[in-house]
């Protein structure tokens, strides 16, 4: 991963001198010895924001109260065969994972699944490079060229570096979709919505006005604890991630929901030559989690405030309001987004979008925050 690495720097003048005399060393006689006590961490001091990775553990404590519902029991004998539907497109993934993935969205309302392929990947991060081979070896769109891939800035950091990684003669990185002209060969273009990192809703920049586009949509944070679900998204490559959905990264679980069979039938290609498909073991945990969230819905007795998405929303909305109220003062300094309120399908409110990640743009060389 890019981006600067930032330490806690405590061996500075502000730390505490302690002076020890009448130590015995070996030969018994006397030394002072002066000892510098790192200073206690305070918020002022402790280490910068490290905008270079995000880890979901924020809906750890739900899970804490509530993971036992999602216990599964995986014995010696399970998952041993690499198949688990050779009829199915993507043949590795399990029927109960991929009903799970079903009924979830239709549950949220946060995308279109009729008439999809679901793919699943190893997190959603395999699929992205997954789609970009399918995208850029389809027969309408192999060229002399590499394909160009770009999305509108800024971006989620991670797709350059993924483009760019194997130097493939099939696609390279194109930037700035905002200022890529798209009039001359077929490109791809990444849209990320709500955008990472600033949390925007966002729509194609450049493929849709040139008609010369591939689209790939991340939507890795269209569920109701980040931002309103205002339509069930229906685009040809809808890539989701458990990572963002329940705050499972470790699990290790993604879905593209794709439109057109080819498309379909070569990502699982991709993933078939890079890691003959993904484990049963994590895909059958995912299933029973997004089921439990899916079910938790008519527990709640329809209440969605009550669901594993109700409750994530407050807390995000919580933590952001943290972390205006850290900032508010320091205009000069700090700036956050704001988003306008929107009515959400699934809770049945207008909210403010909470993105999991947390744009600041700051003049200074590092802050801090506590949220
Ligand atoms: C927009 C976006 N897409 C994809 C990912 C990666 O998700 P996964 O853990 O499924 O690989 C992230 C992770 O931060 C992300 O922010």
Redesign the pocket.
Known sequence: MGGKKLHNHNNNNNGAVDTNSNNSNRNGTTTTTTTVKPPPVTLQQSPIINLD??D?SVFEPYWRKNGGKCTITISGHDSLSYFSDPNSVCWYMEPELQEAIRRVHRVVGNAETEGCHVVA????????QAALYALSTSSSSVAAEPMKVVCAAPY?S??KEQVELLQSRLYEWGGDAETFDGSAAPFIEVV?SP???DGSLREAAVANKTGNGKLIH?L??YWPNYTPITRPADYDIM??????CTGH?GS???WALVKDVEVAKKMTTFMQITTIGVSKDSQLRAAKILDVVAEDFGYAGNDADKTFFGESRKLMAERWEKLREAVKDKKDVFTLPKYPKRYCNFSGRYFQPAP??KNISSNVMYCVVRT
């Open positions: 990775r995000g979901p990947g190893t997190g959603s991060t395999v699929l992205f989620y991670q797709y990320t955008n990472n990192p991340d890795a944070y890539l989701f991630t458990l990572t963002k990264a290790r679980i993604g999991g990640k």
